[in-house]
């Protein structure tokens, strides 16, 4: 079985500068995580008070991808709500070829209505609308991406249309970045992801609700019939600690309830950590993003390098 990759997220619209987030990767990067993700929003959720203010996902990844040199870098998940398909690739093809080929593209249909109405971003009131409008940009993104240099690019979509884009430039990695698309969504998200994703990601969900997300778009691969395989991931918000003193310490510095973490994610001591982590591999996932919500606590990420991630083989 391949060995579970552990990966970094982070929610910096709870509370982040980008020095913070620095610190945070950097220290991913020398403990051997495997990435550091970050979401893409612009308004804090629940209590939080979101000081200092959003930092932007793409200007985030920019400056990481010049101060880092190993960890992959990418977003759970991009909003097609926030950005236009065109202005994105570019943005996206740019921080990888600054990162030297490190990129992943995490890419969702937007979904949080009051971010948007904070910073003027139109949000569609239909979900149906949305959903067009991120499949079409997906279309449009990998397509430029796609184009051979010295071609041009044209879409006639209901929402988009692009004419004769020179579709420049291009990213390091070729044909792209790994596409990440993620969600539960029983029809559209699983043949959305087997036509364009590398990587299909299940977020903040029950092992046996995850393991049916994946088989449903194990068998949209499989209708669709692509060759090419693709990697089954999972989002779960991260509460180790040595002991249950320093568990509760943890749980109650993120504003959560320990039984609750336990019974809804990666909570424990790193043996429990460790079990939980392989329930979930069992179900088919070949990498965890885990959440960690107290950017001030790299004590907790060398805690889960140094005593999770050997166990995992």
């Given at each position: 079985?391949?060995?579970?990759?552990?990966?970094?997220?982070?929610?910096?619209?709870?509370?982040?500068?980008?020095?913070?987030?620095?610190?945070?990767?950097?220290?991913?990067?020398?403990?051997?995580?495997?990435?550091?993700?970050?979401?893409?929003?612009?308004?804090?959720?629940?209590?939080?008070?979101?000081?200092?203010?959003?930092?932007?996902?793409?200007?985030?990844?920019?400056?990481?991808?010049?101060?880092?040199?190993?960890?992959?870098?990418?977003?759970?998940?991009?909003?097609?709500?926030?950005?236009?398909?065109?202005?994105?690739?570019?943005?996206?093809?740019?921080?990888?070829?600054?990162?030297?080929?490190?990129?992943?593209?995490?890419?969702?249909?937007?979904?949080?209505?009051?971010?948007h109405a904070?910073?003027?971003?139109?949000?569609?009131?239909?979900s149906r609308?949305?959903?067009?409008?991120?499949?079409?940009?997906?279309?449009?993104?990998?397509?430029?991406?796609?184009?051979?240099?010295?071609?041009?690019?044209?879409?006639?979509?209901?929402?988009?249309?692009?004419?004769?884009?020179?579709?420049?430039?291009?990213?390091?990695?070729?044909?792209?970045?790994?596409?990440?698309?993620?969600?539960?969504?029983?029809?559209?998200?699983?043949?959305?992801?087997?036509?364009?994703?590398?990587?299909?990601?299940?977020?903040?969900?029950?092992v046996a609700?995850?393991?049916?997300?994946?088989?449903?778009?194990?068998?949209?691969?499989?209708?669709?019939?692509?060759?090419?395989?693709?990697?089954?991931?999972?989002?779960?918000?991260?509460?180790?600690?040595?002991?249950?003193?320093?568990?509760?310490?943890?749980?109650?510095?993120?504003?959560?309830?320990?039984?609750?973490?336990?019974?809804?994610?990666?909570?424990?001591?790193?043996?429990?950590?460790?079990?939980?982590?392989?329930?979930?591999?069992?179900?088919?996932?070949?990498?965890?993003?885990?959440?960690?919500?107290?950017?001030?606590?790299?004590?907790?990420?060398?805690?889960?390098?140094?005593?999770?991630?050997?166990?995992?083989?």
């Amino acid at each position: 079985m391949e060995r579970m990759r552990l990966r970094i997220f982070t929610e910096p619209q709870q509370g982040a500068s980008y020095e913070t987030l620095l610190r945070v990767a950097t220290a991913a990067e020398d403990l051997g995580y495997d990435a550091f993700f970050r979401s893409d929003h612009f308004l804090r959720m629940g209590d939080a008070d979101g000081l200092p203010g959003p930092t932007d996902a793409w200007t985030t990844l920019a400056g990481l991808a010049r101060e880092t040199s190993r960890i992959r870098l990418g977003t759970l998940m991009t909003a097609a709500t926030f950005r236009y398909p065109g202005p994105l690739a570019v943005s996206v093809a740019q921080v990888d070829q600054m990162s030297g080929g490190r990129v992943e593209f995490g890419f969702g249909a937007g979904w949080y209505a009051e971010e948007h109405a904070a910073y003027g971003i139109p949000f569609p009131d239909s979900s149906r609308e949305r959903f067009e409008r991120y499949a079409e940009q997906l279309d449009i993104i990998t397509g430029l991406w796609a184009t051979p240099v010295g071609e041009g690019f044209s879409y006639d979509g209901s929402h988009y249309r692009l004419s004769e884009s020179p579709a420049l430039p291009k990213p390091e990695q070729r044909p792209r970045p790994p596409v990440l698309v993620g969600g539960t969504g029983p029809r559209r998200t699983p043949r959305l992801a087997a036509a364009h994703a590398d990587e299909y990601n299940v977020p903040f969900s029950p092992v046996a609700e995850t393991s049916a997300a994946f088989e449903r778009t194990r068998s949209a691969v499989a209708d669709s019939g692509r060759s090419e395989p693709m990697v089954y991931s999972a989002a779960q918000v991260l509460c180790c600690g040595r002991n249950d003193a320093e568990v509760s310490r943890r749980a109650e510095a993120i504003g959560r309830d320990v039984a609750e973490l336990k019974a809804n994610g990666l909570a424990g001591t790193p043996d429990e950590v460790t079990d939980r982590i392989g329930r979930f591999a069992e179900a088919g996932a070949q990498r965890m993003y885990l959440q960690v919500l107290d950017l001030s606590d790299l004590d907790h990420l060398e805690l889960v390098a140094t005593e999770v991630a050997p166990q995992l083989g």
